[in-house]
């Protein structure tokens, strides 16, 4: 799996939980950067031609998301793809990143509604069936 490609479409799993009621929150997109820097940036080894840490780019694609008005159902189901055609390298490490993430992003803003319990468990849900194939 190429770890940019990777944060990328993380970001667009941040960005469909953040704004599967509706609405991104400025709390939301500040818990997902305050992870970004406290658990990503620090193991993640790989940069870009520029030296961009590559955790960055799930920032990157969440503010593209935000800023094309993506829908958050069409991010939710590319970042299950993408996972999808790569579970082998999905490891437990970042199985367990992905799910603490989108719950923080989830419960930034006041507590986690039933649109984002459902995507959250849609996602642990397919997260275990990833589990099972490996």
């Known amino acids: 799996m190429i770890y940019k490609n990777f944060y990328a479409e993380l970001g667009k799993l941040l960005y469909a939980v953040a704004k599967s009621d509706g609405k991104v929150a400025e709390k939301e997109r500040k818990a ?7 658990d990503l940036v620090p193991v993640e080894n790989s940069t870009d031609e520029f030296g961009t840490d590559s955790a960055y780019y799930v920032e990157m694609q969440f503010e593209s998301c935000q800023e094309q008005s993506a829908d958050p159902e069409t991010c939710f189901i590319d970042f299950i793809s993408y996972v999808d055609d790569h ?10 990143a992905t799910v603490e ?3 923080a992003v989830a419960s930034a803003f006041y507590n986690t509604n039933s649109k984002e319990r459902d995507m959250l468990q ?8 990833f589990e099972k194939q490996q």
Not at 32 to 38: L, R, S, Y
Not at 87 to 96: N, Q, V
Not at 122 to 129: D, F, M, S, V
């Open 101 to 103: 993430i989108a719950d």
């Open 87 to 96: 579970h082998s390298a999905f490891d437990a490490k970042l199985r367990k």
């Open 32 to 38: 997902m950067h305050e992870k970004v820097v406290k």
């Open 122 to 129: 849609r996602l642990k849900h397919k997260i275990q069936e």
